[in-house]
């Protein structure tokens, strides 16, 4: 197959478990490229996602890696099939690869679950307060760039909105309720619009209040995206120069006990939405 120019961050995520099925079977890289009858270049870009690889070799290696789970096996082999073309597809080469990537998480995800801490997450925000938030965090974009990352994440609600919505669940500190992205009439239709979400069955809220003692999860900000098997997960992070996909398998499990702490620290739906209903009529 070709090589890719820019693989998607899916596409690497294929090549990066081939890797480590790879490593966890104690062959070296050259070795593998034999079993294919490849070179060791066409190996390394199968592994790093810039170049595809089909279903029956992605069986093939696992079969050589003496690889049992059956369950990341059809995984895999349907990653390498995968040729899904979605409305991401539209701002490919207009915004930063990222923001493809994400979109693209969401649509294979199986389950999501969002910590919040400052900022009503993205699959609840309206327009009024995406475009605020945008506008600030970048001052310098012109109305149009803004205008685009708007709408991009207005259609990211699909996954929650759409016709096949997956399980959502979130944990928002009263913080991200209280401040004052946009005014105080688009902060009210936020919080409407939170209450109005989240009366569907897919969606759980639960919301960690300002008076809760020994909570120390300010740095819990985080997206966990559930794979077709739990190794497949992704937690998506904010990081200083962009975002970041973490896949390791100590990672991953470091961020579902954090994450199911944070859920046990927080009031229960019911109680969430009582006090979000309370700040909605305080403005």
Not at 20 to 33: D, N, Q, S, V, Y
Not at 76 to 85: G, I, K, N, V
Not at 210 to 219: K, M, P, Q, T
Not at 239 to 267: C, I, M, W, Y
Request: net charge neutral; hydrophobic share 45%.
């Amino acid at each position: 197959m070709p090589a890719r120019r820019h693989p998607t961050a899916r596409q690497v995520r294929l090549g990066t478990e081939l890797r480590r099925l790879r490593e966890a079977a104690g062959l070296k890289a050259t070795e593998a490229a034999g079993l294919l009858g490849v070179n060791s270049v066409q190996m390394s870009q199968m592994e790093s996602g810039v170049a595809g690889v089909s279903e029956q070799r992605v069986r093939r290696l696992a079969a050589n890696y003496a690889c049992s789970d059956e369950g990341l096996i059809d995984a895999l082999a349907a990653m390498a099939t995968d040729r899904t073309r979605g409305w991401w597809e539209d701002f490919r080469g207009v915004l930063p690869a990222a923001y493809q990537d994400l979109a693209e998480l969401d649509h294979h995800a199986r389950f999501r679950h969002d910590v919040a801490v400052i900022h009503v997450p993205g699959l609840f925000q309206t327009e009024d307060y995406a475009r605020a938030l945008f506008a600030y965090l970048n001052p310098e974009f012109p109305d149009s760039e803004v205008d685009l990352r708007v709408e991009h994440r207005m259609k990211r609600r699909v996954v929650i909105n759409g016709p096949a919505p997956i399980p959502y669940e979130t944990v928002i500190h009263e913080a991200a309720l209280r401040i004052r992205v946009a005014g105080r009439a688009a902060s009210r239709a936020q919080l409407n619009r939170i209450l109005e979400v989240s009366e569907a069955a897919h969606v759980t809220v639960r919301v960690i209040p300002f008076g809760l003692d020994d909570f120390a999860g300010a740095g819990s900000t985080m997206v966990h995206l559930g794979g077709a098997v739990p190794r497949l997960d992704t937690v998506v992070r904010d990081a200083p120069h962009g975002t970041a996909f973490v896949d390791s398998e100590a990672q991953l499990e470091h961020f579902r006990k954090l994450f199911h702490k944070v859920k046990g620290e927080a009031l229960a739906p019911q109680q969430s939405r009582e006090l979000i209903h309370q700040l909605a009529k305080e403005l």
